[in-house]
T-cell receptor
């Protein structure tokens, strides 16, 4: 079974600084998707960034970027120019890719990392 | 109204009560999910529905009974719960099996959750 591990229960960063959240996963699949979700105190979880395993290029979304190391099964999230609104719980998630199959939304989540942003 | 909405946001119930959680999605998705979020634990997938048909029951106790009358609505009926069932219950939707709208990344769109306390 796939597992996702976030080894940092809590992280903190100063406003405008850069922070990196770690995530490792275990799978025997070669095709899969990886996600970072953000859950602010209001609780609605939203997608931050997505990476397809077959793509070598690291995904980026504005101030958010990932460092995807497929061989090492590592998927870290870098937040640049941190803002107060970035404070949230961040979840790393995995989904196997069996196109046309039944995996669609069945994500495996990590335990989460609470990010605090200090002004 | 857009996105995924859940009601009620907060629910307190006794162990002998019967209550229901409701979820509605306005995204045109065909798959819906219930996830359980407990403190310091990864999100746990409970149920998956695709086109109103249940495709996954992740060994959930029978005191949780899901209902999906159509692709836009999902209920979780609660009966004779235990205090350890207290948690945040998250509903989500996504493109599912049979999606014809393009590539299926399985991205989940979440509601804000229903905070359940069982006394």
């Amino acid at each position: 079974a796939q597992t996702v591990t976030q080894s940092q229960p809590e992280m903190s960063v100063q406003e405008a600084e850069t922070v990196t959240l770690s995530c490792t996963y275990d799978t025997s699949e070669s095709d899969y998707y990886l996600f970072w979700y953000k859950q602010p105190p209001s609780r609605q979880m939203i997608l931050v960034i997505r990476q397809e395993a077959y793509k070598q290029q690291n995904a980026t979304e504005n101030r958010f970027s990932v460092n995807f190391q497929k061989a090492a099964k590592s998927f870290s999230l870098k937040i640049s120019d941190s803002q107060l609104g970035d404070a949230a719980m961040y979840f790393c998630a995995y989904r196997r890719d069996n196109a046309g199959g039944t995996s669609y939304g069945k994500l495996t989540f990590g335990q989460g990392t609470i990010l605090t942003v200090h002004p | 109204e857009t996105g995924v909405t859940q009601t009620p946001r907060h629910l307190v119930m006794g162990m002998t009560n019967k209550k229901s959680l409701k979820c509605e999605q306005h995204l045109g998705h065909n798959a819906m999910y219930w996830y359980k979020q407990s403190a310091k634990k990864p999100l746990e997938l409970m149920f998956v529905y695709n086109f109103k048909e249940q495709t996954e029951n992740n060994s959930v106790p029978s005191r949780f009974s899901p209902e999906c009358p159509n692709s836009s609505h999902l209920f979780l009926h609660l009966h004779t719960l235990q205090p350890e069932d207290s948690a945040l219950y998250l509903c989500a939707s996504s493109q599912g099996l049979g999606w014809r709208g393009g590539s299926n990344t399985g991205e989940l769109f979440f509601g804000e959750g229903s905070r359940l306390t069982v006394l």
